[in-house]
């Protein structure tokens, strides 16, 4: 694997979360394998558990971290090629791209979408760049369409937490929120389940008008009766997205669609699970982020390890 950009880079999803949870008993074992190996994390947008998760996994490895706030402390970077750049951006990113490669072994990169023009977003400006223009392995932190480590963190929890049941009923929850959201996550959550086609029955549930990529959610149930979404339900994954149809747009404020402990109730002693951060009493009810069936925590803990064992991919592969 050279570049990680989607779940679908990874050989097996569940060869590698069982690969992430062995990591885990051993953290350090593969110290070696980063030793004199630099890792840049860009971070075009804010973050707290990618930031230092994503560290925090190099760092097991014996890589060197080195951090910049792209978005605030870097040089505004120009994106289309034969431009006049007289403007008011100051580098192409052609130049930036191959100069931190001399710097990083493999460059991390957190650019999200900008919500205004779909057709921009799905191109994968930032992201495409560097893959483009960089001689080093790219590892996504999330994308203008995809989370693919929250994703893996997401699929090593489930595995972690799920009953004995041949089949697992997983469902992705819309909830409500103030601000316009991206689709990375709901995105990266649905192709990680949908590819556990065997072993998991997706369901995902919200408000007509807000369907995600078509393309993203092929072979999952579309319940738009949350309640109902929710019976027997083992794992209730929540998040909010704005709408992909009328892009970026907020069509439902509808606060009926919180996580609530009597939709709870319903459910096969479901897990609640939210990649975090999260707006408490707006997303999720204190009364269930609070209780026993939440992990969002543990969840929370691995992105360590989903980085953890990318990394030790592309470092195996150097
Ligand atoms: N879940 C997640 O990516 O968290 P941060 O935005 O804090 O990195």
Redesign the pocket.
Known sequence: MKHYLSIHDLPSIKATVNEAIELKKDPLRFNHLGKHKTIGLLFF?????????TQKAALNLGMEPIVMNFGAEGWQLEFEDGTIMDQGKSEHVKEAAEVISQYCDVIAI?AFAGLEDKAKDESEEVLSAFVKYATVPILN??SSVG?P??AL?DAITIEEHKPAKKKLKVVLSWAPHPKALPHA?GNSFAEMALAHEDDFEVVITHPKGYELDPEKTKGARIEYDQKKAFEGADFIYTKNWSSYKNYGQVACEDRSWMITADKMEVTDQAKFMH???VRRNVVVADEVINSEQSIVIKQ?NN?TFSAQVVLKKMLENL
């Open positions: 947008n804010n973050s707290l558990r990618t930031r230092l998760s957190r932190m999330e989370h480590l929250q963190a996550v990649c975090l951060p929370a992105r």
